[in-house]
């Protein structure tokens, strides 16, 4: 009888990241991005930012299509809640982010996925945002993030995936540690 032998896809092309990972350890200044949204008021507290494109491996970028993302507040901050809080946006942000990396890892351990699942939450006192206590801080005062995954795999094989993920993630690095921000009014 002959073995059959089952292959593993998760929708990521390994060999095209390895291949960009080679590629760009040769020329790091290729490795160098800058991406950029671009946000216009629209009234209230409502807002729409569109991602169009992107620096890149030397040169400029443009996605298929332009992404639009309408955010606001909801009723209960007494705004019209056209779109998503700009603190759930982090939020998906880094949801988005720490899936991706799973399902990029699993493919490269050759992990099947079948499902997979973040649910995130981050707690916030609105004293800080409201001016009540300059004390409390404006921000999350954590974050945490809980995964359902279903893979062939073990415990532990799933557990190393997420870690592993959280080491690559860029969103995770941009929220966990400190970021310099320039405002600037032209």
């Given amino acids: 009888m002959a073995e059959s032998e089952s292959t593993v896809d ?14 760009l350890t040769d020329a790091p200044e290729a490795a160098k991005f800058k991406w950029r949204a671009t946000c216009e008021w629209k009234n209230g507290t409502h807002s729409n ?20 993302f309408d955010a606001d507040h ?11 809080t700009p603190v759930e ?9 720490l899936t991706a990396g799973v399902a990029a890892i699993a493919q ?27 004390d409390v801080r404006n921000g999350f005062d954590g974050i945490k993030v809980s995964y359902k995954i279903d893979a062939d795999a ?11 993920s959280q080491k690559r993630s860029a969103v995770y690095d941009i929220v ?8 600037e009014v032209n």
């Fill in 49 to 68: 930012s569109t991602v169009e494109g992107y620096f890149g491996l030397g040169e400029e970028h443009k996605h298929r299509t332009t992404f639009s």
């Fill in 10 to 23: 998760n929708g990521v092309n390994v060999e095209a990241l390895l291949g960009a990972r080679a590629a």
């Fill in 176 to 183: 966990t540690n400190p970021t310099n921000v320039t405002v």
């Fill in 108 to 134: 490269h351990r050759n992990i099947q996925l079948r499902s997979v699942t973040a649910t995130i939450e981050g707690g916030m006192d609105l004293q800080g945002i409201l001016g009540i206590d300059s």
């Fill in 74 to 84: 909801p009723e209960t901050f007494a705004s019209e809640d056209n779109g998503a």
């Fill in 154 to 164: 073990s415990d532990d094989d799933i557990k190393a995936l997420v870690a592993q």
């Fill in 89 to 97: 946006y982090v939020l998906v942000g880094l949801a988005s982010c």
